[in-house]
C-alpha cells in the first residue's frame, strides 16, 4: 500500500502558440494545482521540472521556474524522458517522498513548441531516435509509428478504418475539453474523402488525421506524503502502482513490431504493485500521439488479447459508457501534445475523474484510474496506477 | 612546428545528412565505399551487431571484427513519407524500411525505384551499397530474388 497521494492538480489551455514565455506558460498550470491543494508554494519542499529540453533557448529552466513561481530556496531538479517526461517527473516525486526526503513536491510539466516550425519541431523529434544510425534517412516520428501500423496491419488484420474511428471517438471527447487545442468535430467520412485534408497520408499508412498536433501548454501535479495528504487534503487520490522501462533506440535492437515492449513491462511492473489486473481498471488515459499508439495501447495494458484492440474501438468499448473508457479528455489526438505536459495532462484528467469531478465525461463512480505515457517511438514508457480515495 | 592533428570525420559522409562526424565505427564507411554493408562481431563472446557498434553490451569488450550483412533478408514493415524533416525535402517521397536477416536486422530505405505496388511486408530484400550525390555514401534495400 503506498503512502503517496496527489493533493492537487492543474493543467494551462494546450494552444497552437502561447503568447509569453515559458515561464509564465508554466504558472498557469502551477497555480491552478496550488490552489486545487489548497496550500501556498512555501508548503512545497521541492520541485521537478519536466520537458524535452530542444524547443527553448533557455537553459536548464528548473532553476527560472523555481524562482518564477516562490520555490526558492527549495531543490529543483530538470528530468528528461522525450514524451514521457511528465510521468517520469511523478515517479521521481513518489520516490523523494517515500524515501522521506520531502513531503510535498511539485512536478511541473511544460512544453512552447510554437517558437520553431513545424518542419523543425519533426526534424528534433526525428532526433529523438538513433541519431547516427537511423536519422540519416530522414525519420520522423510518424513513420516509426506509421511502421509498427504497417505491422499491426499485416499481422492481425486491423485497419485504416480502426484508426480513423480512434481518432473519431477522441474528437469526441476532445469537442467537450475547454483546454484542448483541437476541439472541432471529426467523422469517418473525412477520412475516406481524398479532398479533406484528414485523408492526406503523412507516412503511409498514416494519415493527418491520425497524427496528434504540436502544442503549447504546461501542466502540474502537486504530490504529498500521507500526514501532508491527511492535514491538506480531503479528495487525496493515491499512487498504487508505478512501471518505468526502456528499450533500443533503433528498430533493429527490438523483437516486437505489433506493440511497444516498454508499455508492457511498465504495465506489468505497476500491475503487480498495485495488486490488481487489467480488468479492474475503470478509466484510462493512454499515450495517443497517433491513432495506431492506443490501438496498441489497448493490447499492450491488457484491455485486449494480442491483435484484439479493433474489436474495443469497434464495439465502442473504450467510449466513456463501454466497458474501459480510454482518453476521455479527447487525448493527444485533440488535446494537443505538448511535449513535456503530457504526463501531467494524463494525470489530472484520471485524477479528475477518481475525484468526481469530470463532468460531462465522468464514469460512474471509478475506483481505479491507469495513465500509460510514451517517451519516443516506444524508447521510453510509464504506467502509473492511481485509487480513489472514496 | 607541431602538426595539427587530423580529425576522423568520415561518417559524416553517411547518408542524406548525417548527424554524427565522429564515432569509432567510421570504417563502416569504407566498407561502404567497398561495396558491402557491414556490422560488427564481438571478437569475446561472438555476438553480431548491426547497426555497428565498438562496444559489446555483453561482455564489455572493445575488441571487435567486421562481417558483411549478406544474403536475402525479409521486409518487416515499412512507410512511405510524405512529408520530410529538414534537409530532406528534395528526397520525398521515400520509403523507410526495416530488414530481418536473421542475424541481425537493419533499418534504411527502400530503393526508391521499387514502385510502391511491389512493396509488402514479408518481401525478401537485399541491402546494397549506394552512392549519393555529393560524396555522399548510404545503402538502400532492393528487392531479391529467392
Known sequence: MSNVAIIGVGQSEFVRSYPGSIRELAFESFQEAVCDARIGPKDIDASVVCSAPEYDRQRSPAGVFAEYLGLNPQPTVYVETLCASGSTGL?????????????????????????????????????????????????????????????????????????????????????????????????????????????????????????????????????????????????????????????????????????????????????TMAGIGPADIDVAEVHDCFTIAELMAYEDLGFAPPGQGRHLIREKATYRDGRIPVNLDGGLLSKGHPIGATGGSQIRTIVLQLRGEAGDTQVKDPRFGLVHNIGGAGLYGNVTILESDR | MTEKKSIDDRFKRFGTVSFTAVTRVNDFIDHLQAGTVSGTRCRGCGRLFFPPRAHCCDCLSGDMDWFPVKGIGRLVSFSRLQYAPSGFEADVPYCLGLVDFTDCKVFGRIAAEVPDTEITVGMPMRAVARRLESHRISYVFVPARE
Not at chain 1, 103 to 112: C, H, L, M, S, T
Not at chain 1, 240 to 248: P, T
Open chain 1, 91 to 271: 515517479r521521481l516525486a513518489y520516490a523523494l517522498i517515500e524515501s522521506g526526503l520531502h513531503r510535498v513536491v511539485a512536478v511541473i510539466g511544460f512544453q512552447k513548441m510554437s517558437e520553431i516550425s513545424s518542419a523543425e519541431s519533426q526534424e528534433r523529434m526525428g532526433r529523438g531516435a538513433d541519431i547516427q544510425w537511423e536519422s540519416p534517412f530522414g525519420t520522423m516520428m510518424p513513420a516509426y509509428y506509421a511502421m509498427y501500423a504497417r505491422a499491426h496491419m499485416a499481422t492481425y488484420g486491423s485497419t485504416p478504418e480502426d484508426l480513423a474511428a480512434i481518432r473519431v471517438k477522441a474528437s469526441t471527447y476532445g469537442r467537450l475539453n475547454e483546454k484542448a487545442v483541437y476541439r472541432k468535430p471529426v467523422t469517418l467520412d473525412m477520412f475516406s474523402d481524398p479532398e479533406n485534408r484528414m485523408a492526406a497520408p503523412v507516412a503511409t499508412p498514416l494519415r493527418v488525421g491520425d497524427c496528434c498536433a504540436n502544442a503549447d501548454g504546461s501542466s502540474c501535479i502537486i504530490v504529498a506524503g500521507k500526514e501532508r495528504a491527511a492535514a491538506v487534503s480531503e479528495n487525496p487520490v493515491w499512487i498504487r502502482g508505478l512501471g518505468a522501462a526502456s528499450a533500443s533506440v533503433n528498430l533493429s535492437g527490438r523483437e516486437l513490431f505489433t506493440g511497444l515492449s516498454v508499455a508492457r513491462s511498465a504495465a506489468a511492473q505497476a500491475y
